[in-house]
């Protein structure tokens, strides 16, 4: 593995190509172009606050309290943000490998550098939206700690990175030879977006009396709950995710990304001759 990666690690401008590309083709045929990537998080954090901020009142469940500096509108946009560069990976992870079948069979590159620049592709576009963040962060007065910018935003990061990377090599190889992974995607993509506390702040299902307490427990399991607490984190430092949710997203990102990989190296060979 350490020399794959080391592979992986001298090829680097190959994936740098590939997110620039991808990037280019992405917004240049548009007339607003990069703007898009701030337009598109805008209209969908508007969407959200009308139905679960106004009709739904979740805003009751924001970490911190009624007065917490920035509101529900901050912890919808700081969560809504990360989740579109996880979304956008995991949506196009099953397809990491068939859009570039082209480039595998006639260029002498670690394979792996293709799911690598699909994540590294969404991660830009996640950078882009950055801008729009600090505005919220400045017009609703929002405020940050030592701890949020110097812990949880690089650790958000990295956990985030791990998993996603995991995941986009484990669909990436096994829905070349197995296409109903695309259709199963799609589905998991909805599932996990209300299963890790974008919209809903995690106190109102685990403060509530409504939940069993084996429900409470799954809900913790999923790696995704303590990455987006994390993300909350930065701007609500009473969001921090406990120890147990800390050790679980951690502990599912460092498994996702070996299973990921090894899946892929398991595969290779078959997904080559079916490509």
């Given at each position: 593995m350490a020399s794959r990666a080391l592979a992986v690690w001298q090829n680097r401008k190959v994936v740098?190509?590939?997110?620039?590309?991808?990037?280019?083709?992405?917004?240049?045929?548009?007339?607003?172009?990069?703007a898009w990537s701030m337009l598109e998080p805008l209209a969908m954090a508007a969407v959200y606050y009308f139905v679960f901020g106004l009709i739904f009142q979740v805003n009751r469940g924001v970490p911190g309290g009624d007065d917490a500096p920035g509101g529900y509108p901050l912890f919808l946009i700081s969560g809504l943000l990360p989740w579109l560069w996880f979304?956008?990976?995991?949506?196009q992870s099953p397809r990491a490998l068939l859009t570039h079948s082209k480039l595998i069979t006639t260029m002498q590159v670690p394979r792996e550098i293709f799911p690598l620049a699909t994540v590294a592709t969404r991660f830009a576009d996640y950078l882009f939206t950055w801008p729009v963040l600090i505005a919220f962060v400045i017009f609703l007065g929002g405020r940050t700690h030592w701890e949020g910018v110097l812990l949880w935003l690089p650790l958000a990061i990295v956990v985030q990175f791990s998993f996603t990377l995991g995941v986009t090599l484990l669909l990436a190889s096994i829905n070349v030879l197995v296409p109903d992974v695309e259709r199963i995607v799609r589905i998991l993509?909805?599932?996990l977006f209300y299963a890790s506390a974008i919209i809903i702040p995690s106190a109102m299902v685990l403060d509530s009396e409504s939940f069993p307490e084996w429900f409470k427990t799954l809900y913790q399991l999923n790696p995704l709950l303590g990455i987006f607490k994390m993300h909350h984190a930065?701007?609500?430092?009473?969001?921090?995710?406990?120890a147990f949710i800390l050790s679980t997203s951690i502990g599912g990102a460092v498994?996702?990304?070996?299973?990921?990989?090894?899946?892929?190296?398991?595969?290779?060979?078959?997904?080559?001759?079916?490509?």
């Amino acid at each position: 593995m350490a020399s794959r990666a080391l592979a992986v690690w001298q090829n680097r401008k190959v994936v740098n190509l590939l997110v620039r590309r991808d990037l280019k083709v992405k917004y240049q045929k548009s007339f607003l172009g990069w703007a898009w990537s701030m337009l598109e998080p805008l209209a969908m954090a508007a969407v959200y606050y009308f139905v679960f901020g106004l009709i739904f009142q979740v805003n009751r469940g924001v970490p911190g309290g009624d007065d917490a500096p920035g509101g529900y509108p901050l912890f919808l946009i700081s969560g809504l943000l990360p989740w579109l560069w996880f979304s956008g990976a995991l949506g196009q992870s099953p397809r990491a490998l068939l859009t570039h079948s082209k480039l595998i069979t006639t260029m002498q590159v670690p394979r792996e550098i293709f799911p690598l620049a699909t994540v590294a592709t969404r991660f830009a576009d996640y950078l882009f939206t950055w801008p729009v963040l600090i505005a919220f962060v400045i017009f609703l007065g929002g405020r940050t700690h030592w701890e949020g910018v110097l812990l949880w935003l690089p650790l958000a990061i990295v956990v985030q990175f791990s998993f996603t990377l995991g995941v986009t090599l484990l669909l990436a190889s096994i829905n070349v030879l197995v296409p109903d992974v695309e259709r199963i995607v799609r589905i998991l993509n909805r599932v996990l977006f209300y299963a890790s506390a974008i919209i809903i702040p995690s106190a109102m299902v685990l403060d509530s009396e409504s939940f069993p307490e084996w429900f409470k427990t799954l809900y913790q399991l999923n790696p995704l709950l303590g990455i987006f607490k994390m993300h909350h984190a930065i701007w609500f430092p009473a969001d921090a995710p406990s120890a147990f949710i800390l050790s679980t997203s951690i502990g599912g990102a460092v498994l996702m990304l070996f299973a990921g990989y090894f899946t892929f190296r398991r595969l290779e060979t078959a997904v080559l001759k079916e490509i």
